[in-house]
């Protein structure tokens, strides 16, 4: 079983829809849960930071449900920048802060 | 600030070559880490850096070595290149903190030949 799990899609939306992402994580010890954004060919980069309380960014929604170990990522009133692959990544604690990356869901959003 | 840059962009190598890729950070971060990419297996950490003079295996060392003799440069090395190692490498950074983030550079893409 994977470490981190998600569906790779693709997620075909349109302009203004709102689409949602999960993930699960299979070490109940993990402490700290991230989304990353990448681009095609680029770099990941920080989306936002996922608490247990939940927390937003714009039009971004994150949730986290420790008991089911399940992460989620909901988009909004979708634009067509936000087309991406969206990695799942969790902190596992310890030393150096190592992350587990899932494989990512791929977005494209269009006209 | 240039954040986390890497060298080269692009390299070919053949079989059994070596090379050396190089990771800079201007942030101040005490945590690096160099990680490859493959089709449908996300993100693996080859080796991560505590700190200056410190470095430590991740998931898939075999076949790489690194070296962290400066706390801003980190360095990767491939003493004898396979076509198994024909990936996108990314290194990135962080802070010495619990729910730090890591930032990354462009990559490199490497193709063994």
């Known amino acids: 079983r994977k470490e981190v799990e998600q569906d790779p899609g693709p997620f075909n939306v349109p302009e203004g829809a709102t689409v949602a992402f999960n993930c699960t994580y299979s070490?109940?010890?993990?402490?700290?849960f991230f989304w990353y954004r990448q681009d095609c060919r680029k770099e990941p980069k920080l989306l936002m930071s996922?608490?247990?309380s939940g927390n937003e960014d714009g039009r971004f929604t994150a949730q986290l449900n420790r008991a089911s170990q399940y992460i989620s990522l909901l988009i909004r009133d979708s634009k067509l920048s936000d087309s991406a692959t969206y990695l799942c990544?969790?902190?596992?604690?310890?030393?150096?802060?190592?992350?587990?990356f899932g494989t990512g869901t791929r977005l494209q959003v269009t006209l | 600030n240039a954040g986390v840059t890497q060298t080269p962009k692009f390299r070919v190598l053949k079989t059994g070559q070596s090379m050396t890729l190089l990771c800079a950070q201007d942030?101040?971060?005490?945590?690096m880490y160099w990680y490859r990419q493959d089709p449908g297996m996300g993100l693996r950490l080859i080796h991560y850096?505590?700190?200056?003079?410190?470095?430590a295996k991740g998931e898939v060392p075999d076949g790489y070595n690194v070296s962290r003799l400066k706390k801003q440069n980190f360095l990767l090395g491939l003493e004898s290149a396979a076509p198994s190692q024909t990936s996108v490498y990314f290194c990135?950074?962080?802070?010495?903190?619990?729910?730090?983030?890591?930032?990354f550079g462009p990559g490199t893409r490497l193709t063994v030949l």
């Open positions: 942030m101040n971060h005490e945590y």
């Open positions: 990135a950074s962080s802070y010495r903190a619990p729910r730090n983030e890591q930032f």
């Open positions: 996922v608490y247990s």
């Open positions: 990544v969790v902190n596992e604690g310890g030393t150096a802060s190592k992350l587990t």
């Open positions: 070490n109940s010890a993990s402490q700290s």
């Open positions: 850096s505590v700190g200056e003079g410190t470095t």
